[in-house]
């Protein structure tokens, strides 16, 4: 089953342009001007019922655009697109019965009054009778671990605190599909692991799908199974997160330490040694160039290991590796 | 029945917001303390100046009560174009309109909610004003027949407000046209100067205009409730909402077609 399928959808501005200073109004209160901005360009792709799928960017690459048109606030330059079988322009309040809106800039909640408050009005707004909207405001104050926070005004809230609200709110009414626009900006690490282990559980026991666009590849490694990458308004780049993984996390960083002391003049052909210490050794290499069993053979031989370890770098990297690449021409990336 | 009670929760969380500071609430209702005390002021030395009891059959003590009715309505309805507009500017739009409601409605039901606790303030602070300076109002029972048209009055000037907010779809900054739309209300809705004041071409004008519906029309028909002024006030107001609705209405949907949604 597919729950979002995106055909050639396009979005253009239209923007005033102004000069600088006094005579630079004037012109532009007489003759204005305007520049076109092609926020989504032609974007074709499609989410399957229940997905964690990724949808990451640089600022201002369209992400934030093309989930607005997805939820029917924006109306599309050129395309089609269909949102749990709706037009989502045409169909805006019927398939806001279905989806659930978290973006992460813009609060939902009452500001100056308990979540509660804003829990009970949306159980009015999406028609749930009393005792529905009371079972599960229960449930997801449990599964969000918001119970002691629904009476407090949200104004005292911290905001790692208010986005667990934020995102509870907005699956009160059992949609079927999340659209999760920047739901960890700002938080710390603590408050990023709650809001992902909410989401994943409401993903595997409810059969949520979440469309979730980030900054952050931490949310994308921690939730999605697969990735959207865009870049100026074009997908760059579509597989999952193992794939991308693969391809693009060659490096590999290596940490071990040895039962004796390691000599100072430690090398390993092929790689590039980071930090010697006194038992330890941190370096990196790249699995592409140099085999990793030679790599192991190699530090085996230089001493008993008491403990190692090879990790991925940071998907971070690996994205600005991809951009890079795309901002080099060498668009075949998927 | 479950369509109705969303745009009644509508309004009464917006009425718990407005109350979240009842000291901000309270301190700005006491404004229309000085407000009546220098019409006051103004209006006995006219009085005064032109020797006369009564001017177009409004009396000193008529007029007071009239001008704490025009200024109940004004400065109890919301900044609802600059709200929209700010909506607008910040992209909290989006999260309004992500939403299974009509956004006109919920706007309204909204823009009720703010108003309510408002209006009461001040007509409780106005009119206690007025008892004081000029005494108890002519006709008492006139509050209860102005119910109606005061409510009118607010739908009417949610009509206008939003259109004004509406352009901000388009423009974003909706300043000027407020700042427009309140001085035309002044002049020829007659919020500072009772209408009847005015020479007769210009009387004729302002009562034509939808301005005079929204603040003359419930303000007269409180110092002066008779049967024919109510079926006059009431039959003009229901035109102008009639008509103001559809065309807000029509540009609501346009707008939505325009709508750019900053931030992100």
């Given amino acids: 089953m597919t729950s979002i399928i995106v055909h050639n959808l396009q979005k253009v501005f239209q923007t005033k342009r102004k000069a600088a200073g006094l005579s630079g109004s004037m012109r532009s209160l007489f003759k204005p001007e305007y520049s076109t901005v092609e926020a989504v360009r032609k974007i074709s792709f499609q989410m399957e019922t229940g997905e964690l799928l990724g949808f990451i960017g640089p600022n201002g690459a369209g992400k934030s655009t093309t989930i607005k048109m997805l939820t029917g606030i924006l109306h599309p330059s050129g395309g089609e697109a269909s949102v749990l079988g709706f037009v989502p322009w045409k169909d805006r309040q019927k398939l806001a019965f279905q989806i659930g809106t978290v973006f992460g800039q813009r609060p939902q909640l009452w500001y100056h009054l308990p979540a509660m408050d804003t829990f009970t009005l949306f159980g009015k707004i999406y028609e749930l009778d009393d005792s529905e909207t009371k079972k599960r405001i229960d449930f997801l104050a449990e ?11 949200v104004r005292k809230l911290s905001l790692g605190q208010r986005m667990r609200c934020e995102v509870a709110a907005s699956l009160l009414h059992r ?28 993903n595997q026991e409810e059969g949520v799908g979440v469309l979730l666009t980030s900054h952050d590849a931490g949310d994308l490694e921690a939730l999605c199974k697969r990735v959207i990458i865009v870049n100026h308004g074009q997908i760059v780049y579509e597989d999952k997160v193992s794939n991308l993984k693969r391809k693009f996390l060659t490096t590999k960083l290596v940490e071990v330490r040895y039962a004796k002391q390691v000599a100072k003049d430690f090398s390993v052909k092929g790689a590039k040694i980071l930090k010697v210490g006194r038992y330890g050794v941190k370096l990196q290499f790249d699995s592409a160039q140099t085999p990793v069993d030679s790599v192991i053979t190699r530090l085996s031989e230089m001493g008993d290991i008491m403990d190692i370890t090879i990790s991925d770098p940071p998907l971070e990297e690996v994205i600005a590796k991809i951009y890079e690449q795309v901002r080099e021409g060498k668009q075949e990336l998927t | 029945m479950k369509k109705f009670s969303k745009y009644w929760s509508i309004f009464e969380i917006t009425l718990l917001n407005s109350l979240a500071y009842p000291g901000e609430l309270v301190g700005r209702s006491l404004m229309i303390i000085p407000f009546m005390w220098i019409f006051y002021q103004l209006w006995k030395v006219a009085f005064s100046a032109a020797g006369v009891d009564a001017i177009n059959g409004l009396t000193l003590q008529d007029t007071l009560w009239y001008l704490m009715m025009t200024e109940t309505i004004e400065l109890g309805r919301p900044p609802i174009a600059r709200t929209m507009s700010e909506n607008v500017k910040d992209g909290s739009v989006a999260y309004i309109l992500n939403k299974p409601y009509d956004f006109l409605w919920y706007q309204f039901s909204s823009a009720m909610g703010e108003t309510i606790f408002r209006a009461i303030m001040n007509a409780i602070f106005g009119g206690l004003t007025v008892w004081l300076l000029v005494g108890a109002p002519a006709h008492p029972q006139g509050f209860l027949v102005a119910i109606p048209a005061v409510l009118g009055a607010w739908v009417l000037h949610f009509c206008i407000n939003a259109m004004i907010g509406l352009s901000a779809f388009v423009v974003e900054d909706v300043a000027a046209f407020t700042w427009i739309y309140q001085k035309l209300a002044f002049i020829f809705g007659g919020m500072l100067i009772p209408l009847d004041f005015y020479p007769q071409w210009m009387q004729t004008l302002a009562k034509a205009m939808p301005f005079s519906s929204a603040l003359y029309g419930p303000a007269r028909l409180f110092v002066s409730p008779t049967m024919d002024l109510f079926i006059g006030v009431m039959s003009l107001q229901m035109f102008w909402i009639i008509t103001l609705v559809f065309v807000l209405v029509v540009a609501y949907r346009r707008g939505l077609t325009q709508l750019t949604v900053n931030g992100g």
Avoid: N
């Fill in chain 1, 143 to 153: 599964a969000f671990e918001i119970r002691d926070l629904l009476d407090v005004p």
């Fill in chain 1, 175 to 202: 949609p079927k599909l999340l659209l999760l626009d920047e739901p960890s900006i700002g938080l710390d690490v603590v408050a990023k692991q709650h809001i992902r282990d909410a989401i994943r559980r409401m």
